[in-house]
């Protein structure tokens, strides 16, 4: 299994520009979930999803927007970058609906000039 | 807000010495996580304590509940340079769906 994948690794945008930041997992996990990492921080939680079709917000969603039409994708979307969206985000899966153990992708580092 | 409140939020030791981080949180939990990250890596987790446990090992690992306290602590024993990383808490917020991960304990294993 390749576990939690995430590409790309690295991205530099123009404030402004949008994109879509890719995670999928093979392990036919229910829940799915994007954090957000700043220098010297621990994670922030933008977006979960307990399931094909459920979404729901984190602690921070504002500026995102997610989807999960299948099990195995759970793309995260920048709808108007901005130079506070520069940051390292980690997508993470987990078995059961709740918050068991946690599986992180390694991570996408978002510039955005 | 953070949940999770690591101490300290650095730590240097020697290799063979004994490290010890502590945790607190604000709210009742189901559950206590602690993982590591590897500096540019994505976070492994280390182990899970549920609210109605005081305490789990696991290798060199022993980790701690005090829910009176609302605190955990993580105990790493005859540490290795590979030990060398940050090290995170992570709680639910009782509804089992949010996690919310602490700050940190960045830890420095001296050879």
């Known amino acids: 299994n390749a576990g939690v994948t995430q590409t790309p690794k690295f991205q530099v945008l123009k404030t402004g520009q949008s994109m879509t930041l890719q995670c999928a997992q093979d392990?036919?996990?229910?829940?799915m979930s994007w954090y957000r990492q700043d220098p010297g921080m621990g994670l922030r939680l933008i977006h979960y999803?307990?399931?094909?079709?459920?979404?729901d917000q984190g602690e921070v969603p504002n500026g995102y927007n997610v989807s999960r039409s299948t099990t195995e994708d759970f793309p995260l979307r920048l709808l108007s970058a901005a130079p506070s969206q520069t940051s390292v985000y980690f997508c993470?899966?987990?078995?059961?609906?709740?918050?068991?153990?946690?599986?992180f992708g390694p991570g996408t580092r978002l510039t955005v000039l | 807000s953070q949940q999770g409140e690591e101490d300290p939020q650095a730590l240097s030791i020697q290799e063979g010495e004994n490290a010890t981080m502590n945790c607190s949180y604000k709210?009742?939990?189901?559950?206590l996580q602690w993982y590591r990250q590897n500096s540019g890596r994505g976070l492994v987790h280390l182990i899970l304590?549920?609210?109605?446990?005081r305490e789990k090992h696991s290798g060199r690992l022993r980790v701690t509940l005090d829910t009176s306290k609302k605190s955990s602590s993580l105990l790493i024993t005859a540490s290795r340079a590979a030990d060398t990383a940050s090290y995170f808490c992570?709680?639910?917020?009782?509804?089992?769906?949010?996690?919310?991960f602490g700050e940190g304990t960045q830890l420095t294993v001296n050879p």
């Open positions: 993470a899966s987990s078995r059961s609906y709740n918050t068991d153990t946690q599986y």
């Open positions: 392990m036919n996990h229910e829940y």
């Open positions: 999803s307990v399931g094909a079709g459920i979404t």
């Open positions: 709210t009742s939990i189901n559950n």
């Open positions: 304590i549920r609210s109605n446990e």
């Open positions: 992570a709680t639910d917020d009782g509804s089992g769906s949010r996690l919310t």
